[in-house]
């Protein structure tokens, strides 16, 4: 296992980005896996959707366990884990959760700087120790910083990006191997973060945003693509059955 994660952190070269498109169950995964990836990633967001549920930590942690285990057992490439908020009511809540998650076989986990529902950030100190408590268990911890979720990148973004580094050096002293900036499409605030971060910098790739060639030359070491995999396969199932169900042939 620590084969898998140092083989996983190992994939975090700034300029030369590793590329996730993620998944959400065991078939998803043997699609990307086959497609050349070279870690696979789950999102939240889609393995909650794929069962019904909502995102947010509404999806069982033993749910989330057992889908873990249906994906290992069908790729050997290394596997991150979306665990939201770290499902863990304090630190040391979450360091049980994370060390199951080790446990059970994942290089690598995503976890949040908020709590489940909450718009506000938590405050630097207890993000930090939360984040210690899941470092702590070895494995690769991309922390998540929510500085620019909802907010006017064109009002405010040298705050933004101050207040992100801020964090990134937080959590950096607390033992996170990466720093995942979401909701961020700016390249100047991108190159920002990435010229100045002490950890390795994830962006969320998106529509209307720089290409990925573009994040690459901007430092970038680490492309998610978040839901919107999970969100064009069911828009693509639903567009299908529309016809079929309005009496057109389907396109597949």
């Known amino acids: 296992m620590n084969d898998k994660i140092a083989e996983f952190r190992a994939l975090h070269v700034p300029g030369d980005p590793l ?19 070279k870690a696979i990633a789950t999102g939240s967001f889609g ?12 999806f069982p942690i033993e749910d989330v366990f057992e889908n873990l285990g249906r994906i290992l057992a069908v790729t050997d ?3 991150t884990i979306d665990m939201e908020s770290g499902y863990g009511a304090d ?3 979450v360091g049980v959760s994370v060390g199951r998650a080790k446990g059970a076989g994942a290089a690598g986990i995503n976890m949040e700087d908020r709590l489940p529902g909450a718009n506000e950030l938590l405050a630097i100190p207890e993000a930090a120790a939360r984040y210690r408590a899941a470092a702590d268990t070895g494995l690769f911890v991309n922390a998540r ?11 405010d973004g040298d705050a933004l990006v101050a207040a992100t580094l801020e964090r990134a050096r937080a959590y950096a002293d607390a033992g996170a191997g990466s720093l995942f900036v979401p909701f961020l499409l700016d390249p100047g605030c991108i190159g920002a973060i990435c010229d100045a971060s002490p950890l390795p910098v994830n962006i969320l790739r998106g529509k209307g945003g720089p290409t990925h060639k573009e994040l690459a030359a901007l430092g970038v070491a680490r492309i998610s693509h978040g839901h919107q995999p999970w969100a064009a396969a069911m828009a693509w199932l639903a567009a299908q059955a529309g016809q079929v169900m309005g009496g057109a042939e389907p396109d597949y």
Do not use: M, Y
């Not at 910083?145 to 009002?155: L, S």
């Open 19 to 37: 590329i996730l498109v993620n998944i959400w169950d065991a078939g998803s995964a043997k699609a990307v896996a086959g497609a050349g990836a």
């Open 47 to 58: 393995v909650a959707g794929a069962q019904g549920r909502d995102d947010g930590e509404d």
């Open 77 to 79: 490439l290394p596997v």
């Open 91 to 93: 630190p040391a809540a």
């Open 145 to 155: 910083c929510d500085a620019f979720r909802g907010q006017d990148v064109a009002k």
